[in-house]
């Protein structure tokens, strides 16, 4: 990357950068993860953790809400799960659970997450980034007092400017509420881990994420086509 004279964390800013594809991330096996460390070190490694909730609910008697899944908006401007960087000589696991608690003041006696949390582990070959990813569900009790600890968190305003919850539900056009928020720019495959997310938990059936999925990407083609358009202009 370019040399913008930062030392270290130039560096560690090549991790962040933003446009990263879908494809640039290649699905994991655990045999796989296994043999990686051999074939293309030095590694890093980085994870993250979806915090979310079973509630169904009628938002204003028309929109079957599913449940509650914490997302946060990033210091980069972009949205993600929290989490981050795996220290040297740390764990995956123990690097989600530090950055829990450093991002969103989760308190880890009560909440933690455990090594079969892990739902998905992707490389990035270009960056040598492994990124993991966890999953855990609370009590919807819980889930908002979780929200609200997030104030409080030692990032707060530095790292992380809020979380936010996902739209899970659509509007009549099809279109606003889930689909519209997948359109949004997300870090790394953050994205794609809130679909295999939103699937693993059973908050979404195939079915249901198919439709949701089409509606995103003609809306996106409708977006890009908006920009190209008022640029003419
Ligand atoms: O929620 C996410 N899911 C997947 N990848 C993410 C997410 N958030 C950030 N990333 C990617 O992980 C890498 C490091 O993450 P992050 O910026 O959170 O670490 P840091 O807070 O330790 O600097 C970057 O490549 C970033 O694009």
């Known amino acids: 990357m370019t040399d913008i004279g930062w030392g270290w964390l130039a560096d560690m800013e090549g991790f962040g950068t933003l446009g990263d594809k879908v494809d640039d991330f290649k699905l994991l096996s655990s045999e796989e993860l296994v043999s990686l460390n051999a074939t293309l070190s ?3 490694h980085a994870s993250h953790g979806m915090i979310f909730a079973r ?8 929109y079957d809400m599913k449940g509650m899944v914490m997302m946060q908006l990033r210091f980069d401007g972009v949205l993600g799960f929290p989490g981050g ?3 040297d000589g740390e764990t995956p696991l123990q690097g989600v659970n530090r950055e829990m608690h450093e991002e969103i003041g989760l308190d880890l006696s009560k909440y933690s997450f455990t090594d079969g949390d892990r739902i ?3 490389v990035h070959e270009g960056k040598k980034l492994v990124l993991h990813f966890y999953m855990m569900e609370v009590s919807p009790e819980d889930f908002v007092l979780l929200e609200q ?4 968190a030692e990032e707060y305003g530095i790292e992380t400017y809020g979380v936010v919850r996902v739209p899970l539900f659509t509007m009549g056009d099809g279109v606003r509420g889930f689909p519209a928020f997948l359109a949004n720019q997300f870090a790394g495959n953050a994205r794609d881990e809130l679909i295999r997310g939103l699937l693993c938990s059973k908050l979404f059936t195939q079915q249901e994420m198919s439709v949701a999925l089409k509606a995103y990407l003609s809306h996106s083609e409708k977006l890009k086509v908006e920009t190209v358009t008022s640029k003419a202009n």
């Open 42 to 44: 030095p590694l890093k």
């Open 85 to 87: 960087l795996v220290d």
């Open 55 to 62: 509630r169904s609910k009628l938002l204003w008697d028309l």
């Open 120 to 122: 998905a582990s992707y």
């Open 149 to 152: 600890r997030t104030l409080s």
